[in-house]
């Protein structure tokens, strides 16, 4: 049984235009179930890692909102409070469709710490996007009046950027091991992982990032030795010169040809970029490894090589 570590993206928990509730939400994870679902019935040994931007964007939003009535939580416990509930969506989700096709497998989510060295330079250049989009105008007054650094997104809009650090270590590695060899489908390092650094104690803290949830998902893989890492995103392949006139989609990728666009600019930071370093370093990790890079409805023949940019 090959065992892989799925990424999803941002439109497997949340779909565009539809309301941002927890409802809307589940609906959307039961749909992305289904795929998931086909997956695990080809007979992979499955682990589910995701994403969680607009999500603890939104949790940070209600905390301080709610500030005149009840103190606002710090940025890595509303990086954990998502965890939690991403993960009990999922768990419903997924168990329910499992469920219907007669399969009895357990979902469960560890809420994961991933450490980060506290001394990373990434610290001092905030780039991961984090809430909703907003206007240009909307954005630099938000700014002036919080502080926040807000940079524009892939061509989407506008929205609040927060430091993402490496992983360094995934803290629960022991505890998602065991439930993966007991036969769980595991969900972990979700939003990348609540992001902890050693003090001066050697004790873990909880610091203000984001930890980039391929580049954690990658990590995952490896320490897990999977075979593959899939990540799914909104587009079906991994494309150069994207939106332009000559937009070419790639169905193959060396890491060779994958550096070479890199170098280019080819990819947007925060968005594909980091997929593409992701898949890079798990397919340098051991000999035959791959990675896929394509959309939710294309997995499992992306998996068949069907569909989707693989790198190898």
């Known amino acids: 049984m090959k065992k892989i570590v799925i990424a999803l993206g941002g439109n497997a928990l949340q779909e565009a235009g539809k309301p ?11 749909k992305t179930s289904e795929y998931i679902a086909d997956i695990i019935g080809e007979g992979y040994k499955v682990i589910i890692a ?12 209600q905390n301080e909102y709610a500030t005149p009535v009840s103190p606002a939580m710090p940025f890595d416990v509303c990086g954990a409070m998502s965890q939690g509930y991403i993960g009990y969506h999922i768990q419903q989700g997924l168990t329910k469709v499992l469920r219907s096709r007669g399969n009895k497998s357990e979902v469960a989510t560890v809420v994961t710490q991933v450490l980060v060295d506290r001394n990373d330079p990434k610290f001092k250049n905030p780039s991961k996007p984090i809430g909703p989009f907003y206007t240009e105008e909307e954005a630099k007054k938000i700014a002036d009046e919080k502080g926040y650094v807000m940079k524009e997104d892939a061509g989407r809009g506008w929205r609040r950027v927060v430091a993402s650090p ?4 995934i803290e629960e590695l022991s505890a998602v091991k065991c439930l993966v060899d007991n036969g769980f489908v595991v969900v972990t390092v979700g939003g990348g992982g609540i992001p902890v650094i050693r003090n001066d104690k050697g004790e873990l803290e909880g610091t203000a990032a984001v930890i980039d949830k391929d580049l ?12 593959a890492l899939v990540i799914l995103t909104a587009v079906e392949k991994v494309s150069i010169n994207y939106k332009k006139p000559d937009q070419k989609d790639l169905d193959k990728l060396t890491v060779s040809e994958a550096r070479k666009y890199m170098a280019e600019g080819q990819f947007a930071p925060g968005s594909m970029l980091p997929k593409v370093e992701a898949a890079v370093k798990f397919v ?5 490894r791959i990675t896929i890079i394509t959309s939710l409805d294309k ?3 992306a998996l068949d090589g069907k569909a989707g940019t693989t790198i190898a």
């Open 216 to 227: 954690a998902s990658e990590k995952l893989a490896e320490d897990l030795d999977a075979d």
């Open 50 to 61: 995701h994403g969680n931007g607009p999500q603890v964007g939104r949790i940070v939003l």
């Open 299 to 301: 997995a499992v023949e």
């Open 166 to 169: 490496m992983p360094v270590e």
């Open 20 to 30: 941002a509730t927890a409802e809307a939400q589940l609906e959307v994870v039961e």
């Open 284 to 288: 340098e990790s051991k000999p035959g």
